[in-house]
């Protein structure tokens, strides 16, 4: 049996509140009412825990252009990609700009990725699905993978990352404003991001 699979972001096609540039897609607006209605659809929920980590990669991103870091040659015998296909690299990245980040965009992002990640949860609720985190995949690659291909009814093999982690930093290092951050929210749901 073939699966076929894509990666849809919570928040597609709608704009973000904590990232003006990312502005809806009204050609896109009705996708999870057409995904909710297809009756075989398996679903993985791919979330991340720690939202300050993923928004300093968005920030970053968004700042530096650079959104991945390919591993080529992993690229190459994972995918089924034409021969002679380009496969863009970054080689070995090093981040050393440092940001500041604004604590209420910072509020704003929280809120709002969860939120959008509860309402797909509970569009997709009635089909086949299964919930993981990026850490748990970072922590466990080989046995979430497996986890995963037999969610997926798939036979059993072994799976690479293809892509490399780009921030290596520790959070205080590469936020300039870390301690202040680390402050207003001290009191909140979200504090338990600041913890070191």
């Not at 990352?161 to 909140?188: C, H, P, W």
Request: hydrophobic fraction near 40%.
């Amino acid at each position: 049996m073939e699966r076929a699979g894509f990666v849809l972001q919570a928040y597609h096609p709608f704009a973000l509140k904590a990232f003006p540039g990312i502005r809806e897609n009204r050609e896109w607006a009705n996708i999870w009412q057409i995904l909710a209605g297809m009756e075989d659809l398996s679903v993985i929920h791919l979330r991340r825990e720690n939202l300050l980590e993923r928004h300093l990669s968005h920030v970053m991103a968004r700042s530096t252009g650079q959104w991945h870091d390919w591993d080529k040659q992993r690229v190459k015998s994972v995918t089924h990609l034409e021969p002679g296909a380009d496969v863009p690299s970054s080689g070995n990245v090093e981040r050393k700009q440092t940001v500041t980040l604004d604590p209420q965009q910072l509020e704003t992002d929280f809120a709002e990725v969860q939120g959008w990640h509860v309402r797909a949860e509970q569009i997709l609720a009635d089909h086949r699905n299964v919930s993981i985190t990026y850490e748990e995949l970072c922590a466990d690659f080989t046995g979430v993978g497996g986890l995963l291909l037999d969610f997926l009814e798939l036979p059993s093999y072994s799976l690479e990352a293809a892509v490399k982690k780009l921030e290596k930093r520790g959070m205080r290092e590469a936020i300039s404003n870390f301690d202040v951050l680390q402050e207003y929210f001290m009191d909140t749901p979200w504090s338990g991001f600041f913890e070191l």
